[in-house]
């Protein structure tokens, strides 16, 4: 009997929402894999007596961060005085707002910060000081990405607009072919659109990417227009009273498309590289050829699991393939329970799959981009050259 934990993340989790995703996909049902590897971490954790939530690195990791942003925004606002300072303020104030998001906001948009449900909303509400929205990143990341990863039309992080082309499944337009040179810049740009366009025009055409999806309500209202309000007076609202207008603009330009570059390579180096699986339902009866944690791991790609700088900044978005399995597992944890994940892959015969460093994903993430540029790229080609990779 799978418990309530082993579904979270999954599609039977999900489909105890009041509002279902409206393309709802069906997985295979042999889930022994899934089981069998769940009582092994529930096993680690008994064993060593480690807590899945509530771990004090969490905590400590959101003090440093919270209090980081608090003082580049008022170093940035309140006392800088030349470009020369304003500009490394600036990026730092990117850079740590990005921390937040992979760390805090995460972890709790998850349920995986702590036991405690108002906790975690807390800590999930820290998206809306970097200008994103919780309820929509509920919907948007953990139903529409965790659910359908990989699954062109049904995960959402795979449409970036007509500029970017990541599946072989999406429609090919000339311009690619260089896409794998011009995107770079544009992920800076996508922080922007994403913080000041994105969920205004969600929540007001009740679309994300190809879905449906209901429009906050009551409190998720009040709290959507709260945070929005909070984060275009922190960006807009109080520098105006100090700075000239084109000050404001040109510094939060610079802090947002550092935050965009960031997360957005850190996302792609997950799944939108050469040695991930892109499946496609089969369309008479609309089915996953998977068990749903098998694919999970075949489409997702860790890296630079050994460099604890990376692992602690990253807030364990370098090991998506443990995260994707158990998203309620506070990330603090992965690197003690990925040993345990790539042997029970190995056993069942799962491609777990690596990059050692973070340079070697972002190459393969370049070559990807390159590949899915080319107009007649061969799908089965892809499937092929992955197989010889072996990895
Ligand atoms: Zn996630």
Known sequence: M????????????????PVEPVKKLKFSKNNAFQVELRRRVDAFFRNTGRRERDCVQMYVKTAILLLGFAAFYLLLVF??????????LSILLGLVAAGIGFNIQHDGGHQAYSNIPWVNQLMGMTIELIGGSYYNWRWQHTVFHHIYVNITEHDTDLDIGIFGRLTPHQQWRPFHQWQHYYLWLLYGLMGI???????????LTKQMGDHQYPRPQGWDLVIFLGGKATFLSLVFGIPLFFHPIWVV???????????????????????????????????????IDNDWA??????????????????????????QVEHHLFPRICHVNYPAISQLVEE?????????IEHKSFWAGVVSHFRWLRRMGMKNFDPTQHLVSRTKLGA
Request: hydrophobic content about 40%; overall charge negative.
């Open 2 to 17: 799978i418990q309530e934990q082993e579904l979270q993340g999954s599609p039977e989790y999900y489909s105890r929402l």
């Open 193 to 203: 659109k994403w913080q000041l366009y994105d969920d205004f025009h969600s929540v």
């Open 79 to 88: 006392f800088a005085q030349t470009w020369w300072q304003a500009l490394p």
């Open 294 to 319: 098998m694919h999970q791991v075949e489409t997702t790609v860790n890296f630079s699991r050994y460099n604890p700088v990376i692992t602690w900044f990253l807030g364990g978005l370098n090991f």
């Open 344 to 352: 029970t892959c190995q056993e069942f015969g799962v491609k777990y």
């Open 249 to 287: 603009l040109v510094f939060y330009g610079v802090a947002a498309s550092v935050f965009g570059v960031v997360l957005s390579i850190v996302f792609q180096l997950a799944h939108a590289v050469e040695e991930a699986e892109f499946p496609l339902p089969q369309k008479d009866t609309g089915r």
